[in-house]
Protein backbone atom coordinates (compact mmCIF):
# COMPACT_ATOMS: atom_id res chain seq x y z
CA UNK A 1 0.00 0.00 0.00
CA UNK A 2 0.92 3.47 -0.81
CA UNK A 3 0.36 6.03 1.81
CA UNK A 4 0.08 10.33 1.22
CA UNK A 5 2.42 11.96 1.92
CA UNK A 6 3.84 15.45 3.69
CA UNK A 7 0.56 16.44 5.40
CA UNK A 8 0.39 18.66 8.15
CA UNK A 9 -2.98 20.11 7.43
CA UNK A 10 -4.88 17.07 7.68
CA UNK A 11 -4.24 13.59 9.32
CA UNK A 12 -6.97 10.64 10.73
CA UNK A 13 -7.32 10.80 14.61
CA UNK A 14 -8.62 7.74 14.98
CA UNK A 15 -11.11 4.75 13.28
CA UNK A 16 -14.02 2.62 13.98
CA UNK A 17 -17.31 0.70 13.59
CA UNK A 18 -17.51 1.92 10.16
CA UNK A 19 -16.48 5.98 10.60
CA UNK A 20 -13.22 7.90 11.03
CA UNK A 21 -12.28 10.46 13.16
CA UNK A 22 -10.30 13.31 11.12
CA UNK A 23 -8.82 16.88 11.82
CA UNK A 24 -9.07 19.79 8.58
CA UNK A 25 -6.87 22.50 9.61
CA UNK A 26 -8.24 23.59 12.81
CA UNK A 27 -11.75 21.33 12.27
CA UNK A 28 -12.36 17.98 13.38
CA UNK A 29 -15.09 15.94 11.66
CA UNK A 30 -16.48 12.45 12.04
CA UNK A 31 -17.53 10.65 8.73
CA UNK A 32 -18.54 7.42 7.96
CA UNK A 33 -16.04 5.08 5.97
CA UNK A 34 -17.62 1.63 4.37
CA UNK A 35 -13.63 0.41 4.54
CA UNK A 36 -13.76 0.85 8.57
CA UNK A 37 -15.52 -2.56 9.29
CA UNK A 38 -13.09 -2.99 12.68
CA UNK A 39 -13.84 -2.01 16.81
CA UNK A 40 -12.93 1.53 17.88
CA UNK A 41 -10.70 1.63 20.96
CA UNK A 42 -12.88 3.85 22.56
CA UNK A 43 -16.29 5.63 20.91
CA UNK A 44 -15.32 7.43 18.62
CA UNK A 45 -17.97 10.46 19.25
CA UNK A 46 -16.77 10.60 23.22
CA UNK A 47 -13.42 12.30 21.63
CA UNK A 48 -13.72 16.16 22.51
CA UNK A 49 -13.42 18.71 20.45
CA UNK A 50 -15.60 17.31 17.24
CA UNK A 51 -17.04 19.87 15.28
CA UNK A 52 -19.22 18.21 13.05
CA UNK A 53 -20.61 14.75 12.63
CA UNK A 54 -21.79 13.55 9.46
CA UNK A 55 -25.29 11.15 9.68
CA UNK A 56 -26.52 9.24 7.67
CA UNK A 57 -30.38 8.80 6.79
CA UNK A 58 -31.82 5.92 6.99
CA UNK A 59 -33.85 6.86 3.51
CA UNK A 60 -30.44 7.37 1.73
CA UNK A 61 -27.81 10.25 1.96
CA UNK A 62 -27.33 12.45 5.13
CA UNK A 63 -26.54 15.61 6.65
CA UNK A 64 -23.99 17.49 8.66
CA UNK A 65 -24.65 18.22 12.89
CA UNK A 66 -22.52 20.64 13.94
CA UNK A 67 -21.18 20.74 17.52
CA UNK A 68 -19.37 24.00 17.08
CA UNK A 69 -19.54 27.07 14.13
CA UNK A 70 -17.45 26.42 11.01
CA UNK A 71 -17.05 28.98 8.56
CA UNK A 72 -19.32 27.53 5.26
CA UNK A 73 -15.71 27.51 3.39
CA UNK A 74 -12.01 27.43 4.40
CA UNK A 75 -8.63 26.43 3.43
CA UNK A 76 -6.17 23.92 4.34
CA UNK A 77 -2.65 23.68 2.27
CA UNK A 78 -0.11 20.86 1.28
CA UNK A 79 3.21 21.66 -0.07
CA UNK A 80 2.45 25.13 -0.27
CA UNK A 81 -0.90 24.70 -2.63
CA UNK A 82 -3.80 25.38 -0.99
CA UNK A 83 -7.28 24.22 -1.67
CA UNK A 84 -10.87 25.42 -0.41
CA UNK A 85 -13.02 22.89 1.11
CA UNK A 86 -17.02 23.05 2.06
CA UNK A 87 -18.80 20.60 4.23
CA UNK A 88 -21.21 19.31 1.42
CA UNK A 89 -23.76 16.82 0.84
CA UNK A 90 -23.02 12.65 0.96
CA UNK A 91 -20.20 13.69 3.82
CA UNK A 92 -17.83 15.08 0.93
CA UNK A 93 -15.31 18.02 1.59
CA UNK A 94 -14.05 18.47 -1.53
CA UNK A 95 -10.95 16.88 -1.29
CA UNK A 96 -9.35 13.34 -0.84
CA UNK A 97 -6.27 13.60 1.06
CA UNK A 98 -4.91 10.33 -0.30
CA UNK A 99 -4.82 11.33 -3.62
CA UNK A 100 -1.39 13.08 -2.50
CA UNK A 101 0.46 10.27 -2.87
CA UNK A 102 -0.60 10.57 -6.83
CA UNK A 103 -0.24 14.32 -7.14
CA UNK A 104 3.49 13.31 -6.10
CA UNK A 105 4.18 10.78 -8.36
CA UNK A 106 2.49 12.89 -11.34
CA UNK A 107 4.78 16.08 -9.77
CA UNK A 108 8.29 14.08 -10.03
CA UNK A 109 7.49 13.07 -13.69
CA UNK A 110 6.03 16.59 -15.15
CA UNK A 111 9.37 18.12 -13.71
CA UNK A 112 11.58 15.30 -14.61
CA UNK A 113 10.21 15.05 -18.70
CA UNK A 114 12.61 18.04 -19.47
CA UNK A 115 9.69 19.03 -21.88
CA UNK A 116 6.42 21.13 -21.86
CA UNK A 117 3.18 18.63 -21.01
CA UNK A 118 -0.18 18.63 -21.13
CA UNK A 119 -2.39 16.58 -19.04
CA UNK A 120 -5.54 15.58 -19.58
CA UNK A 121 -7.65 15.36 -15.91
CA UNK A 122 -11.39 13.83 -16.25
CA UNK A 123 -13.57 13.57 -13.57
CA UNK A 124 -11.44 16.13 -12.11
CA UNK A 125 -13.68 17.32 -9.61
CA UNK A 126 -12.45 20.19 -7.42
CA UNK A 127 -9.03 19.68 -8.89
CA UNK A 128 -6.35 18.95 -6.38
CA UNK A 129 -4.99 16.60 -9.41
CA UNK A 130 -4.56 19.54 -11.79
CA UNK A 131 -3.07 21.92 -9.24
CA UNK A 132 -0.25 19.66 -8.71
CA UNK A 133 0.33 19.37 -12.63
CA UNK A 134 0.09 22.89 -12.91
CA UNK A 135 2.62 23.56 -10.11
CA UNK A 136 5.17 21.25 -11.71
CA UNK A 137 4.88 22.82 -15.07
CA UNK A 138 2.17 20.94 -17.28
CA UNK A 139 -0.94 22.37 -18.71
CA UNK A 140 -3.97 21.04 -18.01
CA UNK A 141 -7.16 20.29 -19.57
CA UNK A 142 -9.44 19.90 -16.20
CA UNK A 143 -13.49 17.85 -17.46
CA UNK A 144 -15.78 17.78 -15.11
CA UNK A 145 -19.44 17.35 -15.39
CA UNK A 146 -20.59 19.73 -12.46
CA UNK A 147 -19.95 23.37 -12.92
CA UNK A 148 -19.70 24.08 -9.16
CA UNK A 149 -16.76 21.79 -8.94
CA UNK A 150 -15.02 22.80 -11.91
CA UNK A 151 -15.08 26.70 -10.60
CA UNK A 152 -13.75 24.98 -7.45
CA UNK A 153 -10.56 23.77 -9.10
CA UNK A 154 -9.89 27.49 -10.55
CA UNK A 155 -10.17 28.97 -7.22
CA UNK A 156 -7.89 26.26 -6.05
CA UNK A 157 -5.43 27.38 -8.98
CA UNK A 158 -5.82 31.40 -7.68
CA UNK A 159 -5.27 30.10 -4.17
CA UNK A 160 -2.36 28.48 -4.75
CA UNK A 161 -1.04 31.41 -6.52
CA UNK A 162 -0.21 29.45 -9.94
CA UNK A 163 -0.91 30.89 -13.72
CA UNK A 164 -4.49 30.51 -14.45
CA UNK A 165 -3.39 30.52 -18.57
CA UNK A 166 -1.87 26.52 -17.94
CA UNK A 167 -5.36 25.61 -16.79
CA UNK A 168 -8.07 24.89 -19.54
CA UNK A 169 -11.69 24.46 -17.58
CA UNK A 170 -14.32 22.05 -19.41
CA UNK A 171 -18.08 21.51 -17.94
CA UNK A 172 -18.98 18.31 -19.76
CA UNK A 173 -19.36 14.45 -19.87
CA UNK A 174 -15.87 12.85 -20.07
CA UNK A 175 -16.54 10.63 -22.24
CA UNK A 176 -18.14 12.74 -24.98
CA UNK A 177 -15.61 15.26 -25.08
CA UNK A 178 -12.93 12.96 -25.31
CA UNK A 179 -14.51 11.50 -28.42
CA UNK A 180 -14.26 15.38 -29.66
CA UNK A 181 -10.52 15.79 -28.54
CA UNK A 182 -9.62 12.77 -30.90
CA UNK A 183 -11.78 13.87 -33.77
CA UNK A 184 -10.28 17.38 -33.29
CA UNK A 185 -7.01 15.25 -32.77
CA UNK A 186 -5.88 16.76 -29.96
CA UNK A 187 -3.70 14.92 -28.28
CA UNK A 188 -2.32 14.63 -24.50
CA UNK A 189 1.23 13.51 -23.01
CA UNK A 190 -0.37 12.31 -20.03
CA UNK A 191 -4.06 11.38 -18.93
CA UNK A 192 -5.91 10.95 -15.29
CA UNK A 193 -8.58 9.24 -14.95
CA UNK A 194 -10.46 9.63 -11.24
CA UNK A 195 -13.85 8.20 -11.79
CA UNK A 196 -16.93 8.16 -9.45
CA UNK A 197 -18.14 4.69 -8.81
CA UNK A 198 -21.78 6.54 -9.99
CA UNK A 199 -22.33 9.39 -11.17
CA UNK A 200 -24.69 11.50 -14.37
CA UNK A 201 -22.40 13.83 -16.98
CA UNK A 202 -24.29 17.47 -17.50
CA UNK A 203 -26.53 15.92 -19.83
CA UNK A 204 -27.89 13.38 -17.62
CA UNK A 205 -25.29 11.12 -19.24
CA UNK A 206 -25.02 7.94 -16.90
CA UNK A 207 -22.02 6.58 -15.53
CA UNK A 208 -21.42 3.68 -13.89
CA UNK A 209 -17.64 2.50 -13.56
CA UNK A 210 -17.84 -1.34 -14.13
CA UNK A 211 -19.57 -1.11 -17.15
CA UNK A 212 -17.83 2.40 -18.73
CA UNK A 213 -14.00 2.08 -17.50
CA UNK A 214 -12.73 -0.58 -20.23
CA UNK A 215 -14.31 1.62 -22.95
CA UNK A 216 -13.21 4.86 -21.53
CA UNK A 217 -9.37 3.71 -21.02
CA UNK A 218 -9.60 2.76 -24.96
CA UNK A 219 -10.80 6.28 -25.71
CA UNK A 220 -7.96 7.14 -23.96
CA UNK A 221 -5.31 5.18 -25.37
CA UNK A 222 -6.30 6.85 -28.63
CA UNK A 223 -5.71 10.46 -27.50
CA UNK A 224 -1.92 10.05 -26.20
CA UNK A 225 0.18 12.28 -27.91
CA UNK A 226 3.07 9.68 -29.25
CA UNK A 227 5.24 10.41 -26.50
CA UNK A 228 3.34 9.80 -23.96
CA UNK A 229 4.36 10.53 -19.83
CA UNK A 230 2.13 8.87 -17.88
CA UNK A 231 -1.62 7.59 -16.94
CA UNK A 232 -3.24 7.40 -13.92
CA UNK A 233 -6.86 5.03 -13.24
CA UNK A 234 -8.13 5.75 -9.48
CA UNK A 235 -11.28 4.02 -8.05
CA UNK A 236 -13.03 4.26 -4.84
CA UNK A 237 -15.22 1.55 -5.50
CA UNK A 238 -14.64 -1.20 -2.71
CA UNK A 239 -13.92 -4.68 -4.08
CA UNK A 240 -12.23 -3.61 -7.24
CA UNK A 241 -9.09 -4.62 -7.21
CA UNK A 242 -5.75 -3.12 -7.79
CA UNK A 243 -4.59 -6.03 -10.65
CA UNK A 244 -8.16 -5.38 -12.08
CA UNK A 245 -7.40 -2.09 -12.80
CA UNK A 246 -4.08 -2.94 -13.54
CA UNK A 247 -5.36 -5.30 -16.34
CA UNK A 248 -7.88 -2.49 -17.51
CA UNK A 249 -4.79 -0.25 -18.20
CA UNK A 250 -2.73 -3.35 -20.16
CA UNK A 251 -5.47 -4.41 -22.21
CA UNK A 252 -6.48 -0.31 -23.39
CA UNK A 253 -2.88 1.04 -23.64
CA UNK A 254 0.01 0.49 -26.16
CA UNK A 255 2.65 -2.11 -25.89
CA UNK A 256 5.74 -0.86 -23.84
CA UNK A 257 3.74 0.98 -21.13
CA UNK A 258 4.88 0.04 -17.67
CA UNK A 259 2.38 -0.82 -15.57
CA UNK A 260 1.75 -0.82 -11.49
CA UNK A 261 -0.98 -1.24 -9.22
CA UNK A 262 -1.46 -0.74 -5.35
CA UNK A 263 -3.67 0.57 -2.44
CA UNK A 264 -3.55 3.85 -1.72
CA UNK A 265 -4.29 4.90 2.09
CA UNK A 266 -3.61 7.25 5.17
CA UNK A 267 -1.55 6.46 8.05
CA UNK A 268 -3.49 7.23 10.89
CA UNK A 269 -2.40 8.42 15.00
CA UNK A 270 -3.51 4.99 16.84
CA UNK A 271 -1.00 3.22 13.92
CA UNK A 272 -3.56 1.44 11.62
CA UNK A 273 -3.47 2.45 7.65
CA UNK A 274 -6.53 3.09 6.60
CA UNK A 275 -7.22 1.74 3.06
CA UNK A 276 -9.02 4.36 0.60
CA UNK A 277 -8.75 2.66 -2.71
CA UNK A 278 -6.19 1.70 -5.13
CA UNK A 279 -4.52 3.42 -8.08
CA UNK A 280 -3.30 1.73 -11.65
CA UNK A 281 -0.59 3.80 -13.07
CA UNK A 282 1.41 3.54 -16.49
CA UNK A 283 4.04 5.32 -17.28
CA UNK A 284 6.27 5.03 -21.00
CA UNK A 285 10.08 5.09 -21.60
CA UNK A 286 11.10 3.88 -18.12
CA UNK A 287 10.10 6.46 -16.61
Known amino acids: MRIAPDWKDYSVIATGDGEKLERWGKYVLLRPDPQVIWRAAKPLRSYEGIDAVYERSSSGGGRWIYRSEIPEEFTIGWRGLRFKLKLMGFKHTGLFPEQAVNWDRMSRLIRGAGREISVLNLFGYTGAASVACVAAGAHVCHVDGAKAMVERAGENVRLSGLDGSRMRYIVDDCFKF???????????????????????????????????ISDLAELVAKVLSDEPLFVCLNSYTTGLQPGVMANILR??????????????????EEGLVLPQGCTAFATFGGK
Open 178 to 212: TQRELRRGRKYDAVILDPPSFGRGPGGEKWKIEEG
Open 251 to 268: LALPRGAEIDSDEIGLAT
